[in-house]
């Protein structure tokens, strides 16, 4: 087999893993060098010319002339009488320059030649692509769905690229086929052995942050800046938004007449609940702001337990913890305080805490963690609201009923 028989073999490489025609010269001539090595214990007597503009390569084997039987060491001396057929003006102590085949190193070198060389050429290619990746990460992306598991979505970009959308990266409503472009952003690339592992992500809270950014020229520009989003993926999420700028409004910039800038953010996200909220450094009004669309009576802040006691008619409660528990949870996140509801006016309301001899503890707080901290705030919902706020085993929802209820009949 030729040398340049096995550069052009390889071309596809070149092609198919975008490799221009200089690399692949450089791989070629350490993966030669390796195997010329390995095969006579050294390469340093051999020397390696590369054309990478007409992609031939040479191999050439330089050797000392000896007397005929006097050679000691094959790789490094040729004996005169071989060195004369080369050429006829040899003497003994010259340099002979030789071209070497690469059928002069067997089948089998040849054979982990060729591995070698695939072995180089993927890890060049996945090291490209580690580096291309690495560097946008936080990036909105767009790529194909090539293939659609159970744990996970197959991605491939225009360059071949695949990236991995997992199950838990992607929003609930989410349907996917072959073929279909999906946005999202890169969340994370690493390196698995030689190959990058690209995951894109679809419930990020930056996903959203990029969408707006996309879609709304002031934040785009700088004008409008959202100071931070949180979200729960395909439900609802809530976005701060402010500007330095009085003139802007930013909550109105970001809606749009009707809802029309903000819709194709809904839509893409399968319909997610976006609350829009004008930022503040007054902490009270922006935790009333977080809990909209509820009325607030007034606020207890604890800095230093970074908790919040909001006081509401007893009908504003189910506005504040909002379906499923959502409302109080984002308005949590976005404002970093644990946020604890009230009713006014409920004088004969017992806190739930008071029924720790009768419930467990982590249910009280399971309770609570939606908003729920007093028997009656229980009593006035349906057993089936409990269950899908809380996640509380129906069982154990219903005995909790069953002591709140005994102890105001009693």
């Known amino acids: 087999?030729?040398?340049?028989?096995?550069?052009?073999?390889?071309?596809?490489?070149?092609?198919?893993?975008?490799?221009?025609?200089?690399?692949?010269?450089?791989?070629?001539?350490?993966?030669?060098?390796?195997?010329?090595?390995?095969?006579?214990?050294?390469?340093?007597?051999?020397?390696?010319?590369?054309?990478?503009?007409?992609?031939?390569?040479?191999?050439?084997?330089?050797?000392?002339?000896?007397?005929?039987?006097?050679?000691?060491?094959?790789?490094?001396?040729?004996?005169?009488?071989?060195?004369?057929?080369?050429?006829?003006?040899?003497?003994?102590?010259?340099?002979?320059?030789?071209?070497?085949?690469?059928?002069?190193?067997?089948?089998?070198?040849?054979?982990?030649?060729?591995?070698?060389?695939?072995?180089?050429?993927?890890?060049?290619?996945?090291?490209?692509?580690?580096?291309?990746?690495?560097?946008?990460?936080?990036?909105?992306?767009?790529?194909?769905?090539?293939?659609?598991?159970?744990?996970?979505?197959?991605?491939?970009?225009?360059?071949?690229?695949?990236?991995?959308?997992?199950?838990?990266?992607?929003?609930?409503?989410?349907?996917?086929?072959?073929?279909?472009?999906?946005?999202?952003?890169?969340?994370?690339?690493?390196?698995?052995?030689?190959?990058?592992?690209?995951?894109?992500?679809?419930?990020?809270?930056?996903?959203?942050?990029?969408?707006?950014?996309?879609?709304?020229?002031?934040?785009?520009?700088?004008?409008?800046?959202?100071?931070?989003?949180?979200?729960?993926p395909g439900e609802k999420a809530k976005v701060a938004v402010d500007s330095y700028d009085d003139r802007i409004d930013p909550v109105g910039a970001c809606v749009g007449m009707k809802g029309s800038r903000i819709h194709g953010i809904v839509r893409e996200l399968g319909n997610e609940n976006i609350d829009v909220i004008n930022y503040t450094n007054n902490t009270q009004l922006f935790i009333t702001r977080a809990l909209s669309p509820a009325k607030i009576n007034t606020l207890k802040i604890d800095e230093e337990e970074k908790r919040v006691q909001v006081f509401l008619d007893p009908e504003e409660v189910s506005r504040a913890i909002g379906k499923g528990g959502f409302n109080i949870r984002l308005a949590g996140k976005l404002t970093g305080y644990e946020i604890d509801v009230y009713r006014e006016g409920a004088e004969e309301d017992v806190e739930l805490k008071e029924f720790s001899d009768e419930i467990d503890d982590w249910v009280i707080e399971e309770f609570r963690k939606v908003g729920l901290d007093s028997a009656k705030s229980i009593l006035e919902l349906e057993a089936e609201d409990l269950i899908k706020r809380t996640d509380l085993e129906k069982e154990t929802v219903m005995d909790v009923l069953k002591i709140l209820k005994e102890e105001f009949e009693d």
Do not use: C
């Open 1 to 232: 087999m030729e040398n340049i028989a096995l550069i052009d073999s390889f071309s596809e490489f070149k092609d198919e893993k975008f490799i221009d025609r200089v690399t692949l010269m450089v791989i070629l001539e350490e993966v030669f060098r390796n195997t010329l090595t390995k095969k006579f214990g050294t390469d340093e007597n051999f020397d390696i010319i590369i054309n990478p503009d007409k992609g031939d390569l040479e191999i050439w084997r330089n050797r000392i002339v000896v007397e005929d039987g006097k050679v000691e060491d094959p790789n490094a001396e040729i004996e005169l009488k071989d060195a004369v057929k080369i050429e006829p003006d040899f003497e003994v102590g010259e340099e002979v320059s030789e071209e070497f085949k690469l059928i002069d190193l067997g089948r089998r070198s040849i054979q982990s030649l060729r591995q070698n060389l695939v072995a180089k050429v993927f890890e060049h290619d996945s090291n490209n692509t580690y580096n291309q990746f690495k560097d946008r990460v936080g990036e909105i992306f767009t790529a194909e769905v090539h293939h659609v598991r159970s744990r996970e979505v197959i991605l491939l970009d225009d360059d071949g690229n695949e990236l991995i959308l997992p199950k838990d990266r992607q929003i609930p409503k989410d349907f996917f086929r072959k073929g279909d472009n999906v946005r999202g952003i890169i969340e994370s690339v690493e390196l698995r052995g030689n190959k990058p592992r690209i995951v894109f992500s679809r419930t990020s809270p930056l996903f959203l942050e990029k969408l707006f950014e996309q879609e709304i020229p002031e934040v785009f520009d700088g004008l409008i800046s959202i100071i931070k989003a949180v979200r729960i």
